[in-house]
């Protein structure tokens, strides 16, 4: 089972609103990753996970807040949000983000993502 | 600054026949490559993975890896109007990081 979901599937907010992007995996993968992307463009990493703490984050804007309560779930907490920042929204996981690279443990899987739409 | 690129097409081929899509890699440290079909509005699918120089195979997709030119390609055999959509060549470094390509448009022509 390479399974990653994703919730809500579709999500409209106005500037001022908070809201969050849900994301879980019961892989047992412990590296868990945020993509943006717009269209006609390939995913922007945003943030990684390793082990459930923040190794990685490509300079993303503070009213994107990541979490990660647990081995299985990945948050995305939005607050204060652009018209730019419409895209969807892809979380993915592999099994372990560092050491030899090989099939079973760099491979990442994308969940169906979020359709963010900022107005 | 590390680069994958890719033709962006849109590479146009007659059903039944094979699709070849290339990339190529700046990064010479680069150690895993995969490549994602993505439908239209819908996420990125893995369709392979490849770590060694050479062919590997899986049903009508063949990857083909030649580290020493930076090369990566895939070969669809038998396409088939479903495999219309923008494939995306991915590079893993020694990091943790995949670099995307910007992805080829394909579309199979009944």
């Known amino acids: 089972d390479t399974e990653v979901t994703q919730t809500p599937k579709h999500l409209v907010m106005g500037m001022t609103n908070k809201k969050s992007l849900k994301c879980e995996q019961h892989?047992?993968?412990?590296?868990m990753y945020w993509y943006k992307q717009k269209a006609k463009k390939p995913p922007e990493l945003m943030f990684v996970?390793?082990?459930?703490?923040?190794?990685i984050n490509e300079s993303v804007p503070s009213r994107f807040s990541p979490e990660c309560p647990n081995s299985s779930l990945l948050n995305l907490h939005l607050h204060a949000l652009q018209p730019e920042d419409s895209a969807l929204y892809l979380c993915?996981?592999?099994?372990?983000?560092?050491?030899?690279?090989?099939?079973?443990?760099?491979?990442?899987?994308f969940g169906p993502g979020t359709r963010l739409t900022v107005l | 600054q590390k680069e994958v690129e890719q033709n962006s097409g849109p590479l146009s081929v007659p059903e039944g026949a094979i699709a070849s899509l290339n990339c190529t890699y700046s990064?010479?440290?680069?150690?895993?490559f995969f490549w994602y079909r993505q439908y239209s509005g819908k996420s990125p699918e893995l369709i392979m993975f490849?770590?060694?120089?050479g062919d590997k195979e899986d049903g009508r997709f063949t990857a083909q890896l030649n580290k020493a030119s930076q090369y990566v390609s895939l070969l669809i055999r038998d396409s088939q109007p479903s495999d219309s959509a923008t494939y995306l060549c991915?590079?893993?470094?020694?990091?943790?990081?995949?670099?995307f390509g910007t992805g080829t448009r394909l579309t199979i022509i009944p």
């Open positions: 993915a996981s592999s099994l372990y983000t560092s050491g030899a690279p090989g099939p079973s443990t760099d491979t990442q899987y």
């Open positions: 892989m047992g993968h412990r590296a």
């Open positions: 996970y390793s082990y459930e703490k923040l190794s």
């Open positions: 990064d010479r440290g680069s150690q895993s």
């Open positions: 490849i770590y060694s120089n």
């Open positions: 991915a590079v893993r470094d020694g990091n943790e990081k995949l670099t």
